[in-house]
């Protein structure tokens, strides 16, 4: 009797420490994880666990069914340093100054990284295959949110900042922001080099690996792929966006403003927004220029393309918010086109300018013969000043 006691008193003390570790192990469980590999943490205790659970009836069935694996947290709960070479630092709002940065410590959501030599590598693990990577002088800084949140969000501050995120990201679950531009949707590797200008800032996003989406006011590139490579600049007052191509073909998908339409069998009206889709190769190049109004709050902005050769392609203003004011498509598109266009104006205003030399002949003459008409009238006593038949 004693002895079944016994075993029932160790049985539970197992399971009280198991239950403990589950607890104060749930916190920092992701960081003993972060350097294998979803496979290594699903292939361990989870299988064992799923085997034990199974019931009486299920156990032959489990035993020839192949594992299942468990889905691994995406993001730790606060990211942590998992490789520093050289000197970094790092900025916590709470504390209120720089110091330097630790491997292997967590820091919260809403610190600032920075590293300040060439020769300094900074590894921030996110998750077990989320991390973003500094090599050499750079900086970024991470969104404070809420533990619970499961998106992430950094901001570029300075540098070349590598971003690597697993193949199975949900969309819009990490963020990469600047002022004039956010990256959405990315998964595999993409790499992002960012400097303040004296009127502004430049940033090139290259998307290295796999696929990513850039979102920009009134411009968006819904799927940068492998090797594609774009640079954006944007004035201090964010009233003008450059969209220079650099690598491979980027599809562009470029705001047109509001259109109304009308359905004829209907007679219903719609209000629809229409985009333009633009080919952003290299030495292409998008212009967007924006105007503050004089009343109201809707910006007037204008659109155009480029070729590679520097040829006006496309052009459009609109209002914002507003289709009663836009232009659509303005004037010609080409050079061939605009000469052609000149060439006509040239042969009416040509045209025009001779009618008019005829016209003034017409009147003098007519003039003339009016006046020999008055002149003989008057010599016989009668007057007939014939102006009904000249009356316009």
């Known amino acids: 009797m004693k002895s079944i006691i016994r075993i029932v008193a160790a049985t539970a003390a197992v399971f009280t420490l198991a239950a403990a570790h589950g607890e104060d192990g749930d916190f920092f469980s992701d960081s003993d994880s972060a350097g294998e590999s979803v496979e290594d943490d699903s292939a361990g205790g989870a299988v064992e666990d799923e085997s034990d659970s199974a019931g009486e009836g299920e156990g032959e069935a489990a035993e ?4 299942k694996k468990v889905p691994a947290r995406v993001f730790h709960l606060i990211p942590f340093c998992r490789e520093l070479e ?22 919260p959501l809403g610190s600032t990284f920075r590293t300040s030599s060439r020769d300094s590598r ?27 949140e499961k998106t992430r969000a950094i901001n570029l501050v300075s540098g070349t900042i590598t ?21 959405t949707s990315a998964i595999g590797e993409s790499r992002y080099t960012y400097r303040k200008t004296g009127d ?16 920009g006011r009134h411009f968006k590139a819904p799927a940068m792929k492998a090797a594609n490579e774009i640079r954006i600049r944007t004035s201090e007052d964010q009233l003008t966006t450059v969209l220079f191509g650099s690598r491979g073909d980027v599809l562009m998908q470029l705001d047109q ?22 080919k952003l190769s290299p030495k292409t190049t998008v212009r967007i220029h924006r105007a503050k109004p004089a009343v109201g709050k809707n910006l007037a902005v204008t659109i155009m393309t480029f070729d590679s050769k520097g040829e006006l392609r496309n052009r459009c203003a609109f209002a914002e918010n507003m289709f009663e004011v836009n232009s659509g498509e303005i004037g010609p598109t ?20 001779s009618e008019m030399d005829a016209t003034d002949a017409d009147a003098e003459s007519t ?26």
């Open 163 to 183: 971003v690597k995120l697993p193949k199975d990201l949900p969309e819009g679950w990490f963020t990469v922001n600047a002022p004039g531009f956010s990256v």
């Open 257 to 278: 403003g509001l259109f109304q339409d009308k359905d004829y069998s209907t007679g219903e009206k719609k209000i629809k927004a229409r985009t333009l889709d633009w």
């Open 334 to 353: 080409t050079r061939k086109e605009r000469e052609e266009l000149a060439k006509k104006a040239a042969q009416i205003a040509e045209q025009q300018a």
């Open 86 to 107: 050289g000197r970094a630092e790092v900025f916590v709002p709470s504390e209120g100054e720089w110091k330097d940065i630790v491997e292997g410590r967590y820091y």
């Open 367 to 392: 003039e003339g013969s009016a006046a020999d008409d008055s002149s003989s009238g008057d010599a016989t006593g009668s007057s007939d000043s014939g102006s009904d038949e000249f009356e316009f």
């Open 64 to 67: 020839g069914a192949p594992a």
């Open 122 to 148: 900074l590894r921030i693990k996110f998750g077990p295959e989320a991390e973003v990577v500094i090599r050499g002088a750079a900086s970024f800084s991470t969104r404070a949110q809420k533990l619970d």
């Open 200 to 215: 502004g800032d430049e940033a090139v996003i290259r998307c290295v690996t796999q696929t990513l989406s850039v979102e």
